[in-house]
């Protein structure tokens, strides 16, 4: 369904984690780009069914790509570059107001 495009120039490998498995992903790429490249197809799930949601727009329009970065709810993936490190978890429902005053 997506590839990287073979002319992209390789960034620098980062490591990071989603849902505590450790991934790689390139620098420059976002969230969700990493994601899928490792084959994550599934982000969040909805706050009414939990039905499991893919990104779908890439582009930040449709908040299907909302993720949990480093214990911050509702990022979405596909707007946020990928960093060395992060932690990145699948979002369960809705964010909850601690999430965001800690």
Do not use: W
């Amino acid at each position: 369904m997506f590839r990287s495009m073979r002319d992209a120039k390789a960034g620098a490998r980062l490591s990071f984690t989603f849902d505590g498995r450790p991934l790689t992903g390139r620098e420059g790429d976002t969230v969700t780009a990493s994601l899928l490249a490792n084959g994550v197809t599934a982000c969040r799930e909805t706050p009414v069914s939990g039905v499991p949601r893919a990104p779908y727009c890439l582009m930040g329009v449709c908040f299907d790509c909302l993720v949990v970065i480093d214990g911050i709810g509702n990022r979405q993936g596909c707007l946020v570059p990928l960093r060395e490190g992060m932690r990145i978890e699948t979002q369960h429902g809705r964010r909850q107001p601690e999430e965001v005053y800690g």
